[in-house]
């Protein structure tokens, strides 16, 4: 039996010790990226959940599932909570924001394609082990316009997704009390806030590169 700890999130510049709680995801939040999938754009926000343990720094080596078909890469701004926030309001849900980051939700398409003609849950497809790898946080006080956020993600040199926090289609304080009205968030917990277009397959030897605005910059290569 491997070890397990907990994944704690890396913020910058402090003492982050609360381990990771809960993955709060939104699905087709960027119009582009629904229709790429020819998916229809959802009347309210589609929520889903990653566990913890699907949690992983973005610089520890990653290994692909194998043998499950395509891993697609999904580039999303991620936001740290540090207050617990229950039924908040447009208006004050930014305050339980401790971090902002990117995540790579990782998917097995070919799976999730199968699950969604059966009408399964996705679990199996964007919850194993390692499925989402988080950049380190930084402070939510240095963002100073978080419609302005832009995250860009070049695979081998090439730019595939680009997508301004503006063209989301629940913006990012509306998306948290939209949550927050059904899943308490706890500090600790990560929401990440759908992808743009661009999304696609990767394969073992790849190199991201992932940008937020002038916040951070992360690169890996797969192993
Ligand atoms: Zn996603």
């Not at 090439?158 to 926090?165: N, S």
Request: glycine share 8%; aromatic share 4%; proline share 7%.
């Amino acid at each position: 039996m491997p070890e397990f700890a907990a994944f704690v999130p890396t913020l910058e510049g402090s003492h982050w010790q609360q381990p990771l709680g809960k993955i709060v995801c939104v699905g087709r939040n960027y119009a582009e990226h629904a229709a790429e999938l020819n998916n229809p754009i959802p009347a309210q926000p589609l929520l889903f959940i990653k566990p913890a343990t699907s949690a992983v720094h973005i610089k520890q080596p990653l290994q692909l599932p194998q043998g499950q078909g395509d891993v697609h890469y999904e580039t999303e701004i991620a936001l740290l909570i540090g207050k617990p926030l229950c039924k908040v309001d447009d208006s004050t849900a930014l305050n339980g924001v401790v971090g902002v980051g990117l995540a790579l939700d990782l998917t097995l398409r070919d799976l999730q394609s199968e699950l969604k003609k059966q009408g399964h849950p996705w679990e199996r497809a964007k919850a194993w082990d390692g499925a989402c790898p988080l950049t380190t946080f930084v402070p939510a006080d240095r963002v100073t316009d978080w419609s302005a956020l832009e995250l860009v993600m070049r695979l081998n040199g090439k730019e595939k997704q680009r997508g301004k926090a503006s063209q989301m289609l629940t913006p990012i304080a509306t998306l948290i009390s939209h949550i927050s009205q059904t899943f308490t968030l706890l500090p600790g917990d990560v929401v990440i806030t759908g992808t743009p277009a661009g999304v696609g397959r990767l394969t073992s030897g790849d190199h991201l590169e992932l940008e937020l605005t002038d916040l951070l910059k992360e690169q890996l290569t797969l192993a």
